[in-house]
């Protein structure tokens, strides 16, 4: 009887980490008056949070969806003509301000870790610029200290909840377990806890352990979905003047932070009252400010990023009645982002039909794609890829019951 083959975990990637869903929120998550609900406000271009010189001026979490801005989807629009048009969004949760110890109830600290548990991805918020006139909650700006205190808070509350659950998980084991195979789990599971545990006592983040966590392991995590383990950007705050010249004394240390802390991480530097300026004008004013001023807003990267990071792309189908992009995430195969159409297309799925943009805009038209030998015909284990240009084939759906 030839060996068996030695089970291999499937190829990993941050998009296994976090819960499974298309419509992923992120939160605006900082210390006090570092310019969280000044940021939302530009975002969603409205005032539903209300920005003020205290802390604790956001008590309760405000949301809203942001459009993100792509230009594929414009051209599709402009070639199409359709009656009707639905971009890809991703919501924004604004988060009040955190302090040292909100991990054991400081502050408002308990109500705050519960809202940012909420979201799937967080974007940290750092003031990297000083004005006397705006109160610091500790006396002076310094980010690196900032970003710090906050993600040392989020890992002493993993730990606190990765104890409870462990607890939790011994008990069981005084009860009866029955079998030799619940025995297994329940032992595999302890393992695991303890791992984490040493992880994080460590001073690491859930989410820079990939490269160790077996796949069974991002499973056991995905179901306790610690704070540490949400992926994360830094939306770093400056004065017009440091934001214009690109430079600031703190940028080196929150780089040199985020490179060692956060590898990977996206790091975006914007203006808070430069963006608040601009949320008072049409597009076209707008437009015409930034070339003025000889910058750009930051906010549509920022969008941008805040999809990507929490692991969404989007697919589009375009006709004469709709151009729509539906979000997925990242890693689906095409029965799975069928679904996000219509459950029966999972079901019945026999086909999809894909054109690359890219490819559909240097050829023009879907013909001419086909011409090119470009357009493909993809079966159950094409993985969608962020921009691919769909039309599903499916069958009829039976009812087996009957």
Known sequence: MAPKKKAVDPAKGPWMLGRFSTSLKVGLVGPPNVGKSTLYNSLSKSHHSEAANYPFCTIDPTETRVQVEDERFDWLVEMRQPK????????IVDIAGLIKGASTGAGLGNAFLSHINAVDGIIHVMRAFEDDDVIHHDDKPNPVADIDMITSELRIKDISLMNSLRDGHNRKKQGNIATPGALKAWTEEKEAMDKFIVYLEEGKDIRNGLDIWSTKEIEYLNDYQLLTAKPCMFAINLSFNDFKRKKNKFLKGIFDWVTENSPGSMIIPY????????????V???????????????LPRMVRNAFTMVNLIYYFT???????SWIIRKGMKAPQAGAVIHNDFEKAFIMAEVMGFDDLKEQGTEAKVKE?????????TYVVQDGDVITFKVGQITDKKK
């Open 372 to 380: 090119a030998g470009k357009w493909r015909q993809e079966g159950k």
């Open 284 to 298: 076209a004013a707008c437009k015409a400010k930034e070339v003025e001023d000889e910058v750009q807003s930051a």
């Open 84 to 91: 009707a048009s639905v971009k890809p969004f991703v919501t």
């Open 318 to 324: 375009y006709g004469p009645l709709e151009v729509r």
């Open 271 to 282: 203006c808070g009252s430069y963006e608040e300026e601009l949320q008072e004008l049409d």
